[in-house]
T-cell receptor, first 118, second 115 residues
Framework: GAVVSQHPSWVICKSGTSVKIECRSLDFQATTMFWYRQFPKQSLMLMATSNEGSKATYEQGVEKDKFLINHASLTLSTLTVTSAHPEDSSFYIC??????????????FGPGTRLTVT | GDSVTQMEGPVTLSEEAFLTINCTYTATGYPSLFWYVQYPGEGLQLLLKATKADDKGSNKGFEATYRKETTSFHLEKGSVQVSDSAVYFCALSGAGSGGYQKVTFGTGTKLQVIP
C-alpha cells in the first residue's frame, strides 16, 4: 500500500526557534496533503490543506504566519513552525489521499512528528 | 458541517471479552466511513472502512457495518486481546472544497485490555 513518511519523528527545540517538518509520499504522487495536530488524549485537528504549486488552505483559527506550509513537489510537503513556543508542543501528523477512481479516497497517514518546545 | 461522535473512553475489558465502540455521524451526501487505530507512540493506521450503505468493513477480527438509516458505524470484535489496546478513531471522508476528500475524526476511544 501507499506509504507516507515524516521527518523528523521527534524534535526538541528552544522557544523562539523555527522547526521544519517534512511529509513525503514515498511511492505515489500527492497533489494534496493534509496537516493535522493532535493534542494529548485528543483527536486530530485539521490544520491546513497543502496544495502542490499553490498556497495552502488553512482551517479557521490556524495562524498562517505561524505554521508555514510549502508543497514544492508532488511528493513533498513541509510544515514550518515559526518562532515556536511551548504551547506549540504537540504531535503533528500529515496525510495524503491515495489514488482516485473511487467515490471516496483513502487517506494514508504519516507516523507523526512529536514536537517539544522548551 | 460534517461531524463524528464516538463513545468516550477509556474502555477497559478483560481479554477475550466482546468489544463495541459506538460511532455515529452527521454528513451531507454519501461519505465513506473509517476506523483508524493508534497504538501508543505511533501514527494512525487504517483498521477498516466502508464506502456505501450496508457495507461491512472487517480486519483483524474487527468489523463495522455502515448503517445509513441510523447514521452509525459501530466497531465490534468478538474476543479482544491485550495487543488490541490502543486508541480507536471513527472517521468519515466527505467532500471538501477544491474536490479533495476531507477527513473528519471523532474524539477517539482508548481501549485497554487486561489479561
Amino acid at each position: 500500500g501507499a506509504v507516507v513518511s515524516q521527518h523528523p519523528s521527534w524534535v526538541i527545540c528552544k522557544s523562539g526557534t523555527s522547526v521544519k517538518i517534512e511529509c513525503r509520499s514515498l511511492d505515489f504522487q500527492a497533489t494534496t496533503m493534509f496537516w493535522y495536530r493532535q493534542f494529548p488524549k485528543q483527536s486530530l485537528m485539521l490544520m491546513a490543506t497543502s496544495n502542490e504549486g499553490s498556497k495552502a488552505t488553512y482551517e479557521q483559527g490556524v495562524e498562517k504566519d505561524k505554521f508555514l506550509i510549502n508543497h514544492a513537489s508532488l511528493t513533498l510537503s513541509t510544515l514550518t513552525v515559526t518562532s515556536a513556543h511551548p504551547e506549540d508542543s504537540s504531535f503533528y501528523i500529515c496525510s495524503a489521499p491515495g489514488t482516485s477512481g473511487r467515490e471516496s479516497y483513502e487517506q494514508y497517514f504519516g507516523p507523526g512528528t512529536r514536537l517539544t518546545v522548551t | 458541517g460534517d461531524s463524528v461522535t464516538q463513545m468516550e473512553g477509556p474502555v477497559t475489558l478483560s481479554e477475550e471479552a466482546f468489544l463495541t465502540i459506538n460511532c455515529t455521524y452527521t454528513a451531507t451526501g454519501y461519505p465513506s466511513l473509517f476506523w483508524y487505530v493508534q497504538y501508543p507512540g505511533e501514527g494512525l493506521q487504517l483498521l477498516l472502512k466502508a464506502t456505501k450503505a450496508d457495507d461491512k468493513g472487517s480486519n483483524k477480527g474487527f468489523e463495522a457495518t455502515y448503517r445509513k438509516e441510523t447514521t452509525s458505524f459501530h466497531l465490534e470484535k468478538g474476543s479482544v486481546q491485550v495487543s488490541d489496546s490502543a486508541v480507536y478513531f471513527c472517521a468519515l471522508s466527505g467532500a471538501g472544497s477544491g474536490g479533495y476528500q476531507k477527513v473528519t475524526f471523532g474524539t477517539g476511544t482508548k481501549l485497554q485490555v487486561i489479561p
